[in-house]
């Protein structure tokens, strides 16, 4: 998969629905060994709950999922999550959902809701980033071009890592992997040949934060 969303950092989120709380918890997972320490986490905090309901998405391509309604009837409560996490196309991430019983049935279709509804309020409170595959590709041009690469990088949207200033000014960037060649023949084309261009030849994923670059390895 060479983009997918995922949680960057965890969020909360809590509905009322007549009288029962519903409690959401979103961690950003990677191994079904972190998602089971997550949810012993949870289970100890609320010990109490009559339900912890879960589900989570691991693998770029989202390659395992898994769900769990955790005593509510068949399909009311792990896969409405799980269905929150497959329409918002999110990867590595767990949402739990903690149910304080209010003393009022819900009924089928109001379970659904409610857990759907606590899943994308725990979602809202988290922070999601895009993770695109990529290389790190350098700029190195002269002080005479500078100018217009930083133009052409800009109106290229490329996450720009740094850029050093010595005899001559090099530009680190990432470029999506789908798009090096276009960058490549834009560069080339805006310094008339002139800017170096070298793309590391290791694959990695990158995402922008605000004015951060982050780098992951997977």
């Known amino acids: 998969m060479r983009t997918y969303q995922t949680v960057y950092e965890a969020g909360t989120g809590e509905i009322v629905e007549k009288k ?3 409690i959401a918890h979103v961690f950003p997972v990677r191994t079904e060994e972190e998602v089971l320490q997550k949810l012993e986490e949870i289970k100890k905090r609320y010990w109490d709950a009559r339900h912890n309901c879960h589900a989570y998405i691991l693998g770029a391509g989202g390659e395992i999922s898994r769900c769990s309604d955790d005593g509510e009837p068949s399909g009311t409560a792990g896969r409405p999550i799980l269905d929150v996490l497959m329409g918002q196309e999110l ?7 903690t149910r304080y019983f209010g003393g009022t049935l819900l009924g089928t279709g109001g379970l659904i809701r409610a857990y759907s509804a606590a899943a994308q309020e725990g979602l809202k409170n988290s922070r999601i980033i895009t993770k695109r595959l990529g290389k790190r590709l350098t700029i190195q041009t002269d002080y005479n071009g ?3 690469l930083q133009y052409v990088v800009m109106n290229l949207g490329l996450p720009v890592e740094d850029t050093v200033y010595g005899e001559d000014v090099k530009i680190k960037v990432f470029v999506a992997a789908e798009d090096c060649e276009r960058v490549e ?3 080339t084309e805006a310094s008339n040949g ?10 990695l994923y990158f995402s922008k934060l605000e004015n951060e670059v982050l780098v992951f390895e997977d």
Do not use: C, H
Not at 91 to 97: G, P, Y
Not at 194 to 203: I, K, R, S, V, Y
């Open 20 to 22: 029962s709380r519903f």
């Open 91 to 97: 990867r590595n991430v767990l949402v739990v959902v």
């Open 146 to 148: 500078i100018g217009k």
């Open 185 to 187: 023949k834009e560069i």
């Open 194 to 203: 002139q800017a170096g261009l070298d793309f590391d030849q290791t694959e």
